[in-house]
């Protein structure tokens, strides 16, 4: 197991988040977080990063018990980190936000700038340009070239495809194949149920800050009920 | 005015605000990174003043090594004062109100002020120049003052090693990193906290650096901590705050400015730098090189 994340409560202020969840990831599976807006999805991976730490329970990763450990020592150990809202640096140029994901490999698949802008030549020509010039599929390049700059283990991607063109969503879905194939596992979160299906392993559902469905997608095909009450397909 | 006065004028001004813009750079820095504002600067680069004076009596003689030996050692010295004043006070206030800030660092100028009060006294100190320093050069047949020449050759050196830092370095990446977004920095794997004392440290460099240039430069007393954080908010106002290149047209500005309104206004060019702060503020809140705050 890489990843294990036992029974956390995670809260915003005095609002309580995230209620008993609990989710396993395997080294080499991509793991989707299905939920609607608010479900608890973003915060679930921003308590495994231990950028909003949870109140109680445990997050494991590789072994080592890693619970409201500080972000960068998480990022350190191995896991990437794709916020939803990107949050490219604007002042920078695209080469320095990636120069600034840089981290001595320790992962498997270690990642050099060569080999991002080979995956996504548009980088390479636009390695000189501001990051705050860039357009949101661009972006969303960025964001996710950065933290694989660092050659993470655990890919954390947080609703990748919001607002892409299908054209680019269809890149997104090939990329993350791409990843899975070279031995980085991923834990996506998603609205985007058909997008999810097709390029996952399992599913857990989140709703209200609890998991209320998790299997495989096979299974999850399957379950008409569970989609018609938690996916609106 | 003839065109050597002119000249004479402008060299003046020209060096008056490279000191600035090295005490100002820091205070502006520093904001940029750690979103607050440090009325101690003012204190911490009395400080340096203070301490290069000290150190300067124990080396004795007006070598330019000795002053070379008070440029690099008393900034360092400064700047380990403010690694213990980041770790121990600033780093607990950085996620609160701005009020709360406020008085941190308004309290530590109180402190400060006193603390150097108590150890070099209220009188009027100051380090003398090098030989090599103290008179003056010719320049076009002008008899410049060498030591405002010393700083027009040093602040843009100052100017550019930071400019070079911040653009062109992986760590000049980080540090600008962390004004956009330090969460996300630290999601990267980068240690945020240590980004922010250094670059505290770095503040309090320029700082000192200032200081000692300072003590050289004119007598030092115990007004001229309040006197520069004024001045400060003045130019980063002006140029921007958390910009540094806004800093060093602030600094400028209002070195030259100063410089050249004492001629026909006298005292009430002192005026100017709150004159202009007043209509930046006015015109564009956010300063020349500076961002509107999302």
Known sequence: ?233 | MTWQLFVFMMINGLSQGMLLFIIASGLSLVFGVLRVINFAHGSIYMIGAFLAYSLSTILSGQSLIGFLILLMVVPPVIAILGLALEVTLFRRVYREEHLLQLLLTYALVLILDDLVRVIWGGEPRSVARPELLAGSVDIFGMALPSYNVFILVVGPMIAIGLWLLLYRTRTGNIIRAAVSFPDTLGALGVNVSWVMTSTFMLGCWLAGFGGVLTAGLSNIDLGIGMQTIIECFAVVVIGGLGSVGGALLGSLIIGTGLTFFQLPFGRWALVFPYALMALVLIIRPWGFFGKPER
């Open chain 1, 1 to 233: 197991m890489l990843l294990e994340v036992q029974a956390i409560n995670t809260f915003y202020g005095l609002s309580h988040i995230l209620f008993d969840v609990s989710l396993q990831v395997d080294r080499g599976e991509v793991v989707v977080l299905l939920g609607r807006n608010g479900a608890g999805k973003t915060t679930t991976m921003r308590s495994v990063m231990g950028l909003t730490p949870p109140k109680s329970g445990k997050v494991i990763f590789n072994g080592n018990d890693i619970t409201g450990m500080a972000p960068y020592k998480v990022a350190r150990l191995g896991i990437g980190f794709v916020p939803e809202d990107r949050r490219i640096f604007p002042d920078l140029t695209v080469k320095a936000n990636l120069d600034v994901g840089v981290r001595k490999s320790k992962g498997k698949t270690a990642w050099t700038i060569e080999r991002i802008y080979q995956l996504f030549p548009r980088l390479k020509e636009l390695a000189n340009r501001r990051g705050g010039n860039l357009s949101g599929g661009e972006q969303q390049m960025l964001t996710i070239a950065r933290t694989l700059m660092g050659s993470p283990d655990l890919i954390l991607l947080d609703e990748p495809s919001e607002g892409l063109a299908p054209i680019i969503v269809k890149g997104l879905g090939d990329f993350i194949d791409l990843l899975k194939k070279e031995g980085t596992t991923v834990l996506l979160s998603e609205q985007n149920v058909k997008f999810s299906l097709k390029h996952s392993d399992r599913a857990y559902i989140v709703d209200n800050g609890h998991i209320k469905y998790e299997g495989t997608i096979a299974d999850l095909e399957q379950n008409d009920d569970v989609k018609k009450r938690y996916l609106a397909v």
